[in-house]
Nanobody, 124 residues
Framework: VQLVESGGGLVQAGGSLRLSCAASGSAFRQCAMAWFRQAPGKEREFVATVNWRGDAPYYRDSVQGRFTIARDNANQKVYLEMNSLLPADTAIYYC??????????????????WGQGTQVTVSS
């Protein structure tokens, strides 16, 4: 699938942003979808994932309770609602896809399709 992210921007600490990922391609409904992020000088890290049905999300500990991942299969979109943002959340955020074979996958190498990324900057 082809993926295009949008919704990034500059926000103050404590604020909110909603990222969107538009997918094209017939395989979308077979895919587990995920968000990753990469801060300057750091490796890409897992943020959240959701299964093909959209009923089993999973988050990294540091965003649990603040971020929500959701998908709209009819419109082939994935969202990341981010609340109570911290300066530590500053990064380029990437949408990623892989065929859903069950379980939650955090390893970036397991994902086959990636968007170009969208910048999120949280000021203190």
């Amino acid at each position: 699938v082809q993926l295009v992210e949008s919704g990034g921007g500059l926000v103050q600490a404590g604020g909110s942003l909603r990222l969107s990922c538009a997918a094209s391609g017939s395989a979308f409904r077979q895919c587990a979808m995920a968000w990753f992020r990469q801060a300057p000088g750091k490796e890409r890290e897992f943020v959240a994932t959701v299964n093909w049905r959209g009923d089993a999300p999973y988050y990294r500990d540091s965003v649990q309770g603040r971020f929500t991942i959701a998908r709209d299969n009819a419109n082939q979109k994935v969202y990341l609602e981010m609340n109570s943002l911290l300066p530590a959340d500053t990064a380029i955020y990437y949408c990623a896809a892989k065929i859903d074979r069950g379980g939650w996958v955090e390893e970036a190498d397991e994902y086959t399709d990636w968007g170009q990324g969208t910048q999120v900057t949280v000021s203190s």
